[in-house]
């Protein structure tokens, strides 16, 4: 298995170009089998869980081609199978975005219930309420997700205990489009990733209104065609490598990034007493003094991002003074504490809330990285640490991140891949 290694102690200098954004690659892609014509995407990023994604569509029968290593087309118009087996869905989470598509073309899916995951309990209750809601009927059987029916516009109301869904909004969005009559998706996530979805369909032919709100209106149509579109850039991505910036020193620029997507991390990282600088399409980072503490909540967008919650609370750890980060999207997401005490940072957890006191410096340790946006914030904790750190199981972090040691390297960052020895 590849670990990282990391000399740490390194500034950061330099540019970086951000890639197009996983979770908006993810139900984009998926949106493809609503139409038989061609779905071409650009600026999808290259990785493992876009090509657990298009290993999914080849199954169903949807032809993929790589055009280039970020363009990727899709033509869903052999559309073969209506039902996603476990041994792929429990790669990837995010395949339960093919429901509400899958249903809406075939008339009845047969889709594995993903499994647990290592952040937390996450149920799909949301997703089957939405879908029913449109006149399908559900079950779940044998661990899987079946479902039947013609589809109706209907008032929906997708707010659950922990607020909106992204995917299950997602879901309802895509079955909603070819549905009889209009959806009102309320309590619908605001992410960017939903407008980006929104958009695609649009071109693709859609009656869409809202996206971005909390009230989607979704006027059915018969029939969507192809389209051709850009991927968002990657804002986990982009707000990963700020606090790398933050943490280690120096000056980045992030080359193709949207600071609107990621105002509450820009905000509290100015709190921190970060220089910025936003255009267009690029934010620049310095950092010329030590930063100071910050208090974080994780919450749906706009709020702070749930997805860089390791990763500021690796910052903090040489925050000089005390930070209190509260989870309140995934209340079970702190698996990285112990890590990042083991390399000497100081991290107590009570329930749902870190409370984090600067330490002078973190010192270099193996670490196991258990879940790609904790990995992520190792990656940050073993650039600062004295000495060197190994992260065992990047596989996590391969997911989601687009060569992430590539990027750290050119900026200066003392990163390699390397092979874990095993112990017999
Ligand atoms: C998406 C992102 C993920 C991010 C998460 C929260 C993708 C592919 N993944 O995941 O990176 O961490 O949003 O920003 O876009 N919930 C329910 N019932 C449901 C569905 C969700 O109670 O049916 C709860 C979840 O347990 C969680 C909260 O709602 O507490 C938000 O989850 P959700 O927005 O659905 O996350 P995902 O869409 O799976």
Avoid: W
Avoid at 55 to 71: A, R, S
Avoid at 173 to 189: F, H, P, Q
Avoid at 334 to 346: P, T, V
């Amino acid at each position: 298995m590849d670990t990282f290694i990391i000399q740490g102690g390194n500034q950061l200098n330099g540019s970086v170009k951000i890639s197009g954004s996983k979770n908006a690659s993810l139900p984009m892609m998926a949106a493809c089998v609503l139409t038989e014509e061609d779905v071409i995407l650009n600026n999808v990023p290259d990785l493992r869980d876009i090509r657990t994604m298009k290993e999914i569509l080849k199954f169903l029968g949807v032809t993929v081609e790589q055009k280039d290593t970020h363009t990727v087309s899709l033509n869903a118009s052999k559309l073969n199978k209506n039902e996603a087996p476990y041994d792929l869905v429990r790669k990837m989470r995010a395949s339960v975005c093919l429901l509400g598509p899958l249903l809406a073309r075939t008339g009845s899916t047969r889709i594995s219930m993903p499994g647990g995951c290592v952040i937390g309990p996450r149920p799909v209750d949301l997703h089957l309420k939405g879908i029913k809601g449109l006149g399908a009927s559900v079950s779940i059987e044998h661990g899987y997700i079946k479902t039947e029916g013609k589809l109706y516009g209907a008032d929906i109301f997708l707010g659950g205990r922990f607020g909106s869904s992204v995917t299950a909004t997602a879901n309802v969005l895509m079955a909603a489009c070819l549905a009889k009559g209009v959806t009102y998706i309320e309590s619908a996530a605001q992410e960017p990733e939903i407008i980006a979805l929104a958009k695609m369909l649009v071109k693709m032919g859609a009656q869409v209104e809202g996206a971005g709100s909390h009230v989607i209106t979704v006027k059915g149509v018969q029939k969507l065609h192809g389209c051709e579109i850009d991927v968002i850039p990657d804002r986990i991505e982009t707000g990963t490598f700020m606090m790398a910036a933050a943490a280690t020193g120096g000056k980045v620029a992030l080359i193709n990034a949207d600071a609107k997507h990621i105002r509450a991390v820009t905000d509290k990282l100015l709190e921190t007493g970060l220089s910025l600088k936003i255009s267009s399409d690029s934010i620049e980072v310095e950092r010329d003094k030590p930063i100071t503490s910050a208090d974080i909540i994780t919450l749906p967008f706009p709020g702070f991002p749930t997805d860089l919650q390791a990763q500021m609370m690796a910052l903090m750890t040489n925050g000089g003074g005390l930070s209190v980060i509260t989870e309140k999207v995934y209340p079970e997401r702190f698996m990285h504490i112990s890590e990042l005490n083991r390399m000497g940072a100081d991290i107590k957890l009570e329930t749902a809330t870190a409370i984090v006191k600067g330490v002078k410096k973190l010192s270099g340790a193996s670490v196991m990285a258990s879940d790609l946006r904790a990995s992520a914030g190792l990656v940050i904790a073993g650039l600062i640490a004295e000495g060197e750190t190994q992260i065992l199981r990047v596989y996590h972090i391969d997911r989601g991140y687009e060569k992430i040691e590539e990027k750290l390297a050119l900026i200066g960052a003392d990163i390699k891949r390397g092979k874990e020895i095993e112990h017999v």
